[in-house]
């Protein structure tokens, strides 16, 4: 490796220093300069060439990533040259890094107490009311992991998946965890909300006062990141807020429906953002983890649910949470006992509302209804064959599956499909649908069938 025995002096450090004056006239704000601009060393240059040193490959990719291009442009302003830039590695720049991750506003409040902005988090969605399942087990951990600063690095997390399935849950507790440590500020908004305090604080010109406020939160949390689609505006505002609270060393939760791929009339600098951090899709409970669902809930309500009554819920009541909570108030309203023996008759009179509300007929059925109208065996249903007389109805199958409440994972496994299958099947399915009259056809013969 090049060194560097008198920097003072050297050409290398002379052109650096003007360089970094011109950088200071595009990166103004101080604390993004000084995080990622002044831990590099420059160690060398040759003619159009120059060489520089950073702390650690995080710093390398984040300053190829984002400020490059900056760096090439003030070093053109200080030589007149199109110059090259190496960017290496040197972990003995940072010898004593800190042992605990802190977010650098922490570090000067740490008596402070916590505070949150924005929306009210939801006081029962906390990590100790949220069931664990194989669904949203991926996802409970890097929430967690987040919530107690276990990283030593800031994380952006993606949550995605179907309605219903506790990603709003998840993001919230994070925070509520956040907050039990001194120093935290965590902001909670909906991307909606998000926009319209925007744009208040716009006609009312205190957006200096809001960017202050959302950019030095430890943790952001923002639900339905689709909302931002075809907002050019917005979009803007989001990016660089998210660079912002990344520079600070903040974290940031996001969760939407669709996975950042799939957002529609997004930018694309948004969702390479998005891909930088982790994506986790989370996923409705299968009918063991409802059952443990209901378990809980009952706990928490102090209620002892009859065992048949627990079983025919998570057997018959689909979905999300929601509604297996508004399931068990219906039950709750009878006063049966826990050891009581309950006629499968009296439970479904006391959840009929709930059962005629969402008519739901099983994967079989619905499997078998679009088998009738194709004209194909089961066996076909689970083949690998992707011919257009198989594929197209296994899935409009797995869609109709789909919107009654079934997970990915209980479709699949009844179709003999892991999960991502399951999920690019019914996307192909609406996207064709939009277009083809065939398959719209098809789709609405076998709905009247079912009902």
Excluded at 13 to 39: C, S, Y
Excluded at 225 to 250: C, P, W
Aim: charged fraction near 35%.
């Amino acid at each position: 490796m090049r060194t560097l025995e008198d920097k003072a002096d050297t050409e290398a450090e002379k052109v650096w220093t003007a360089t970094k004056k011109f950088l200071g006239e595009e990166i103004t704000d101080k604390d993004t300069f000084e995080r990622w601009i002044d831990p590099i060393s420059i160690i060398d240059i040759d003619g159009d060439k120059i060489w520089m040193d950073v702390p650690a490959d995080f710093y390398q990719t984040w300053l190829e990533e984002n400020y490059l291009k900056d760096i090439k442009i003030a070093l053109k302003k200080a030589t007149g040259l199109e110059m090259e830039v190496d960017i290496g590695i040197n972990p003995g720049l940072n010898p004593d890094p800190e042992p605990e991750r802190t977010h650098p506003k922490q570090k000067e409040t740490k008596q402070e107490k916590s505070k949150a902005i924005g929306r009210p988090l939801n006081q029962s969605f906390t990590f100790a009311e949220l069931v664990k399942h194989p669904g949203n087990e991926a996802a409970y951990e890097a929430a967690l992991e987040i919530a107690e600063l276990r990283r030593n690095e800031p994380l952006l997390l993606y949550l995605c998946g179907e309605i219903g399935v506790g990603k709003t849950h998840i993001e919230q507790a994070a925070g509520h965890r956040r907050l039990e440590t001194e120093g935290n500020k965590v902001a909670y908004l909906t991307a909606e909300e998000f926009a319209n305090s925007y744009v208040d604080a716009l006609q009312n010109r205190k957006l200096p006062e809001l960017r202050k406020d959302w950019r030095t939160a430890s943790l952001m949390l923002i639900d339905g990141v689709s909302f931002f689609g075809g907002k050019e505006r917005m979009q803007e505002e989001f990016f660089h807020t998210i660079n912002a609270l990344y520079d600070m060393g903040s974290d940031i939760i996001l969760t939407d429906n669709s996975p950042p791929g799939e957002l529609k009339k997004m930018d694309k600098r948004l969702i390479s953002r998005f891909g930088h951090g982790e994506i986790i899709e989370v996923r409705l409970p299968d009918e063991e983890a409802r059952e443990r669902i209901l378990t809980k809930r009952a706990q928490l309500k102090h209620y002892n649910l009859p065992e048949a009554a627990r079983k025919y819920i998570a057997q018959n009541v689909h979905g999300d949470t929601r509604q297996l909570v508004g399931a068990l108030s219906d039950i709750m309203r009878y006063k049966w006992t826990s050891d009581q023996k309950i006629p499968e008759s009296e439970l479904e009179v006391a959840l009929k509302y709930r059962l005629e509300e969402r008519v739901i007929p099983g994967i079989p059925a619905i499997v078998a209804a679009v088998m009738d109208y194709s004209h194909l065996r089961l066996e076909e249903m689970k083949s690998d064959d992707r011919s257009y007389g198989i594929s197209h109805p296994r899935q409009l199958a797995m869609k109709l599956c789909s919107e009654q409440g079934y997970s990915h994972d209980e479709i699949g496994k009844y179709l003999g499909k892991d999960r991502n299958t399951v999920r690019h099947g019914i996307k192909a399915h609406n996207n064709r649908r939009d277009t083809d009259n065939k398959t719209a056809t098809m789709e609405r013969a076998v709905l009247r069938e079912l009902k």
